[in-house]
């Protein structure tokens, strides 16, 4: 659990990151949305002490951040940056290797474990060897987050993890990432200024303008219960196809009709609206089952039908 | 003399005892210098990159220090630290340090500032951020500035023989000051060679991938410490007192070649030039030295000359050589220049030169009180007819002389004058003289002989000892072969002399060159 109480940080005379205060939960994946300069890198880069704040305080499980050395605070602490920062003169594995390796891990235990991670990052052994300029923008991603998960971290920080990345590896590498096992109890803080990123991503998301939280609260929350003009408006130009992503099928599930036209094509009632609308694209009918078992065959038309039925009152 | 037909590869071989062992000094002298330049400048790059206000006042000293010249440089470091290898290689490195400060300052200054923050945020700490990350990253960069500094090195390393630290700079000096194009190729050829080679090689190391720069990275130190090991090779040193001679004097017979033959003298000998070689002997650097007669260092540092009573050193009457062609275009030239013949006696000139050389007087007002006390002195008529150009090579003496001739000409004809001043060398002058750069110039008959014609060896040796005899020939020869004209000697011999130090002489018993020879044979 990452607490972060009143911290102010100004560089000259201007607040990058005023009185700002939030709390992350265990395993909670919560994410600093705003536009440049609003203090959310700020903000992150304040939890592991790359940045020093003037004043409040950050806990970490309990214990003060400035209790520890900084070195061992961060090997503690995954971290992952917009561009991926790998060292150039090192190997993939050696990369991979570095925090491993400052925390005295012996060398059979490293090599198990870059197997396990590169495999589940679906990163062919054969790029082990190689230098970071031999691989494509997506495969240096993936390995900038092999290296930060290598040594199975609580708690892990991203800079903008998908910034660098053309829109297609982006969203593709996102889906990747949203399904990864590895990061699903981690507690996550995860800087971007892409409002569909973070609506996907978020358990939470934490709103900033200049340097000061506007709100702080579930996609849903954002969407539909703004707390003022700016909030409203941040969200304005992508309001629908926002809303299709915050609806989950059990969300509309009572205004599905049921039939029993039986389809090959299964997904689970947790999946949202907009991935089910996705995959209506390239097949005629879709099945959706909850967790009581109980499964509903729709087309693309019925799903429509019963999104506009939940949206006249939508359930935040 | 046979020299003269000899190749530039029979030279070689005949000399390379010598040439292998100034090569090897010379990587000796570039990579000594080159090890403590990198260590001196290394940290102080890796200091300013942590320390940016500090860099501009840093990388402007480094840089003031390398706009210093060299030779001027090397002058600076003999009060410091004497003569040789030492302030050699503290001059060296003052010229090293420049590249290496500011490569390794950009070199780590431009490490990306993403891969800086990675390491920074995966826990490592900045010792480890240093040496694993930003002196990794900046190596190609830094060794960029090694190689820069290394091929600036095996240049200016060629100066070194300057102040007795050895070198492909003794071929090189010597020979233009003998008027040996072998001897300045075998010196020069060499030193290019060096520095294209070590340049290449450093060019390879630098484009290295990273994988094998890692591998050969280790290489580098401990190269550069066994190529500085070079210069530490043991030398034969004979006995109790050292010789410095300069390149020209070890390379002629009437030098360090007849000290050898006709003496029989063997003495530890370093090369040294002229420029610093009477103050070193003033500071015990040096026991014995090979100077000048007239030098007015030799009152100023209270040396005193060893009697050649072997006669090997030939007279050196001074006197105007003129283009014939020029005395044409100058009818009134040849007179005024006679105007000074047989006027300036060897004390004379030497006190002449002591007024320039230690009482810091101008040699125009030392001229000017001369031809004054002698009643020659007119005033400049500023006239506006042809100009009579006037060389002098580069030592006090021939600037009074060309001072003297400028106002003798000023005041009694109608012609201009332009000085060209501090030609090198004899061969400089002489090339100067031959190809019509210049009009005149004062050489001395022993020069004439034994650099510019070089007769056979037997017939020199016969004429040299005689003043009227030497003139005559080379008066004749200069004519025939030159178109050039000696005028009526000045009066005063410049000849070769080797001194030592009043007290010392007096302390060891020491007057005579053989006396010499019988106390080094004595206290080996």
């Known amino acids: 659990m990452i607490s972060v109480k009143q911290i102010s940080k100004s560089f000259g005379s201007t607040f990058a990151v005023n009185q700002v205060s939030f709390e992350v939960l265990e395993g909670e994946s919560l994410i600093l949305l705003g536009t440049s300069g609003c203090g959310k890198t700020t903000t992150l880069k304040m939890i592991n002490r790359l940045i020093v704040p003037d004043s409040g305080e950050i806990t970490i499980h309990g214990k003060k951040i400035y209790e520890e050395k900084p070195e061992i605070l961060r090997r503690n602490i995954g971290y992952v940056l917009q561009n991926n920062g790998l060292f150039p003169h090192y190997t993939v594995a050696e990369n991979i290797a570095i925090v491993p390796k400052l925390l005295n891990w012996d060398n059979k235990k490293i090599t198990s474990r870059i197997n396990e991670i590169i495999e589940k990052l679906h990163l062919p052994e054969s790029y082990l060897a190689m230098f970071p300029s031999e691989l494509s923008g997506g495969q240096q991603q993936r390995v900038g987050l092999a290296r930060a998960l290598v040594t199975d971290p609580s708690i892990l920080l991203m800079d903008e993890p998908f910034g660098a990345l053309d829109n297609v590896t982006r969203s593709s590498i996102r889906k990747e990432f949203k399904a990864l096992e590895e990061l699903k109890r981690k507690t996550m803080v995860m800087v971007t200024h892409d409002i569909h990123e973070a609506f996907e991503l978020a358990d939470r998301i934490c709103l900033m303008d200049k340097g000061e939280i506007i709100q702080i609260g579930t996609p849903k929350e954002l969407l539909y219960q703004p707390v003022n003009k700016f909030s409203e408006d941040f969200l304005a130009s992508e309001k629908l196809s926002l809303a299709f992503k915050v609806a989950s099928l059990n969300d509309i599930w009572d205004f599905l009709p049921a039939s029993d036209h039986e389809t090959p094509n299964i997904i689970s009632s947790t999946e949202n609206v907009w991935d089910a609308m996705e995959k209506l694209q390239t097949q005629s009918r879709l099945g959706i089952k909850n967790e009581s078992g109980d499964q509903k065959n729709i087309d693309f038309d019925q799903l429509t039908a019963a999104f506009s039925q939940y949206q006249k009152n939508p359930v935040s | ?524």
């Not at chain 2, 420049?98 to 431009?110: A, E, F, H, M, Q």
């Not at chain 2, 650097?285 to 000359?305: C, H, M, N, P, Q």
């Not at chain 2, 030939?314 to 040849?334: D, G, M, T, W």
């Not at chain 2, 004390?347 to 004054?372: G, R, W």
Request: net charge positive; hydrophobic share 45%.
């Open chain 2, 1 to 524: 003399m046979s020299e003269n037909q000899q190749s530039l590869w029979q030279f070689m071989i005949e000399q390379s005892d010598k040439l292998l062992n100034q090569t090897l000094q010379h990587l000796g002298l570039t990579f000594i210098s080159l090890f403590f330049a990198v260590l001196i400048g290394l940290p102080l790059g890796i200091l300013i990159a942590r320390k940016q206000k500090l860099s501009g006042s840093v990388l402007a000293f480094a840089g003031i220090l390398q706009t210093i010249p060299s030779i001027a440089l090397l002058g600076f470091m003999i009060p410091l630290l004497g003569i040789g290898a030492k302030p050699a290689i503290v001059a060296l490195l003052i010229y090293a340090l420049l590249p290496i400060i500011r490569n390794t300052y950009t070199g780590i200054v431009g490490v990306d500032p993403s891969v800086r923050e990675a390491a920074k945020a995966m826990g490592m700490s900045a010792k480890q951020i240093l040496f694993k990350v930003e002196l990794p990253l900046a190596m190609p960069v830094i060794l960029a500035g090694i190689r820069t500094a290394t091929v600036i090195n095996v240049g200016v390393a060629t100066l070194a023989s300057y102040i007795a630290a050895g070198g492909l700079g003794e071929f090189i000096f010597g020979g233009i000051s003998l008027n040996n194009t072998n001897m300045i190729l075998a010196g020069a050829i060499p030193a290019a060679i060096l520095a294209i080679v070590l340049d290449g090689l450093l060019a390879l190391i630098q484009n290295l991938n990273f994988k094998k720069l890692r591998k050969i990275l280790i290489v580098v130190p401990v190269a550069i410490l066994i190529l500085s090991g070079l210069y530490l090779l043991p030398k034969a040193y004979g006995n109790s007192l050292t010789a410095g001679f300069t390149p020209e004097f070890m390379g002629r017979q009437d030098g360090d070649l007849g000290l050898k033959s006709v003496y029989g003298l063997k003495i530890n000998t370093i090369v040294i030039s002229d420029a610093v070689m009477y103050k070193a002997a003033f500071e015990k650097e040096l026991d014995v030295i090979s100077g000048y007669s007239t030098d007015g260092r030799l009152k100023a540092f209270d040396l005193t000359i060893l009697k050649d009573d072997k006669l090997i050193f030939p007279p050196y009457y001074a006197a105007p050589i003129v283009r014939e062609s020029s005395l044409k275009k100058f009818p009134e030239l040849e007179s005024v220049l006679n105007l000074l013949a047989g006027k300036i006696t060897d004390a004379v000139m030497t006190d002449l030169n002591y007024k320039t050389d230690q009482l810091h007087q101008s040699p125009e007002k030392v001229a000017k009180d001369f031809l004054v006390s002698q009643n020659l002195f007119k005033v400049s008529k500023n006239s506006k007819g042809g100009i009579v150009r006037i060389g002098s090579k580069i030592f006090g003496e021939q600037y009074i002389l060309a001072e003297m001739y400028k106002m003798l000409i000023q005041g009694n004809t109608n012609y201009q004058v332009a000085t060209k001043t501090g030609l090198g060398g004899t061969k400089i002058c002489f090339d100067a003289l031959v190809n019509d750069q210049i009009d005149f110039y004062p050489e001395y008959t022993g020069t004439g002989l034994l650099v510019l014609l070089q007769p056979n060896a037997e017939f020199a040796k016969k004429i040299a000892h005689d003043k009227n005899q030497t003139y005559q020939y080379v008066k004749d020869e200069f004519k025939k072969k030159y178109q050039i004209k000696w005028l009526t000697p000045i009066g005063f011999n410049n000849s070769y002399a080797l001194m030592m130090r009043r007290k010392q002489s007096k302390d060891l018993g020491v007057y005579t060159i053989t006396d010499l020879k019988q106390y080094l044979d004595n206290n080996k």
